[in-house]
Each structure stands twice: as C-alpha cells, then as structure tokens.
C-alpha cells in the first residue's frame, strides 16, 4: 500500500481524515493510502513547493462540495 509522503502536512487530510463514510474512506483509499497518490493535484502542488491553497481542495483540484462535507 502506498502512502503519500505529505500526508502529515496536508491540510485536506488532516482536517478530513476523521470521516468515516464510504464516498471519504473511498478518496483516502484511493489517493492519501493507494495508487493515484501522483495523480492528486494537491500532490502535486507540495512536491512543487506551493505552500498556498485552501484545505478544502480535494485530490481533483475542486473544492469540497458542500453536500460532500455533510457525509461522516
Ligand atoms: S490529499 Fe493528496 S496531498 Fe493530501 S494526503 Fe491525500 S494524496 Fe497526499
């Protein structure tokens, strides 16, 4: 199992990573602790040393949608 290397200083991760629903467990599954790690645009901004962007965007570059941050 991958993990990405910025998982301890990703905003997006520490703010949501205490959800619990299938559509979030699926995202960090996938992205955070799977195999499109290198596909995440937040991913990609760290390794290109962009410090400043919102912990609401999501791996696909899009703001968390506000019907999405209602699921646990
Ligand atoms: S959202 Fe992207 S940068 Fe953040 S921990 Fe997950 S894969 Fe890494």
Redesign the pocket.
Known sequence: MER????EQ????QRFATKNSAAWRGL?DS??CGR??RY????R??RSETVSFSDDM??NGRNVPSAFKLLL
């Open positions: 990405c290397e910025f998982i990703c905003g997006f991760y960090f992205y955070c499109l790690v995440c645009e937040r991913y901004l760290y999501m791996p």
